[in-house]
């Protein structure tokens, strides 16, 4: 960012001396800024009792009298030269603003991308390993309830037991989510295996909301499925 800097310092510094500028050609106007004489000094007198003089302009030559101001045409052309340069200041210091943030923008956003991308993955990998954590301590409890009682009753209480891991990890269940959807967010998050997640959730769902009977052969499923989530966890995928 040192480099950015660096450019930024140079164009606030020309922009300030290009404001500079065109306030002294707007104070003393395009006319003096191109013709003027420079400032003048005075040479007051004092007055005295005498009359004056006439003055003598017998030598008075045609040079002379062409000192005049110069025609209107001139000081009207000025007029328009010097307000054409100072738009024309307006307009650079205008673009070298829009160039300079839109520049520092960029570089902003560029460095605030890289950061929270390096910070999102590190979340990510804590996250992995804080519910790995969790599943492995519940990993014989689950396995237990899904082996005893009625298929259908231990189909839904393993399922149940991803939704408490999902709890024991730090993850609060949204407003808007179900306490399933709370469990398939935690396992999306580990990277499970996909397919066995699916296989699972088809069979809760089968156990509790199916009026047909849950036997043994779905109860096996369930213990398959739920060998190749844990067989996946932390693993490379």
Same mark, same amino acid.
């Not at 960012?1 to 510094?13: E, G, I, N, Q």
């Not at 956003?109 to 605030?112: F, I, L, N």
């Not at 014989?140 to 839904?156: F, S, T, Y």
């Given at each position: 960012?040192?480099?950015?800097?660096?450019?930024?310092?140079?164009?606030?510094?020309g922009a300030?001396?290009?404001?500079?500028?065109?306030?002294?050609?707007?104070?003393?106007?395009?006319?003096?800024?191109?013709?003027?004489?420079?400032?003048?000094?005075?040479?007051?007198?004092?007055?005295?009792?005498?009359?004056?003089?006439?003055?003598?302009?017998?030598?008075?030559?045609?040079?002379?009298?062409?000192?005049?101001?110069?025609?209107?045409?001139?000081?009207?052309?000025?007029?328009?030269?010097?307000?054409?340069?100072?738009?024309?200041?307006?307009?650079?210091?205008?673009?070298?603003?829009?160039?300079?943030?839109?520049?520092?923008?960029?570089a902003f956003?560029?460095?605030?991308t890289r950061?929270?991308? #390096?910070?999102? &993955?590190?979340?990510?990998?804590?996250?992995? %390993?804080?519910?790995? +954590?969790? /599943? @492995? $301590?519940?990993?014989? *409890?689950?396995?237990?309830?899904?082996?005893?009682?009625?298929?259908?009753? #231990?189909?839904? &209480?393993?399922?149940?037991?991803?939704?408490? %891991?999902?709890?024991? +990890?730090? /993850? @609060? $269940?949204?407003?808007? *989510?179900?306490?399933?959807?709370?469990?398939?967010?935690?396992?999306?998050? #580990?990277?499970?295996?996909?397919?066995?997640?699916?296989?699972?959730?088809?069979?809760?769902?089968?156990?509790?909301?199916?009026?047909? *009977?849950?036997?043994?052969?779905?109860?096996?499923?369930?213990?398959?499925?739920?060998?190749?989530?844990?067989?996946?966890?932390?693993?490379?995928?």
């Open positions: 960012m040192r480099r950015p800097a660096v450019v930024a310092t140079l164009a606030v510094a300030c001396v290009l404001v500079v500028l065109v306030a002294w050609a707007a104070l003393v106007g395009p006319q003096e800024v191109f013709t003027g004489d420079g400032p003048q000094i005075s040479r007051e007198t004092t007055t005295t009792a005498t009359e004056e003089a006439p003055i003598d302009t017998a030598g008075t030559t045609r040079d002379d009298v062409e000192q005049a101001d110069p025609p209107t045409w001139v000081r009207v052309l000025l007029n328009v030269v010097g307000g054409a340069v100072q738009l024309a200041a307006l307009a650079g210091m205008v673009l070298v603003a829009f160039l300079l943030v839109r520049r520092l923008h960029t956003v560029r460095r605030g950061e929270e991308a #390096a910070t999102g &993955e590190f979340e990510t990998l804590d996250d992995r %390993q804080r519910i790995a +954590a969790a /599943m @492995a $301590r519940d990993a014989d *409890e689950q396995a237990r309830v899904l082996e005893e009682g009625e298929p259908r009753n #231990a189909i839904v &209480e393993c399922w149940h037991r991803f939704e408490l %891991q999902a709890e024991r +990890a730090g /993850m @609060a $269940r949204r407003e808007w *989510e179900t306490s399933s959807e709370l469990a398939l967010r935690m396992l999306d998050a #580990a990277d499970v295996d996909r397919e066995a997640v699916t296989r699972l959730l088809e069979l809760y769902r089968e156990a509790r909301f199916s009026g047909h *009977e849950v036997g043994e052969a779905e109860r096996r499923a369930a213990v398959d499925a739920l060998a190749r989530i844990r067989a996946s966890v932390g693993a490379v995928r």
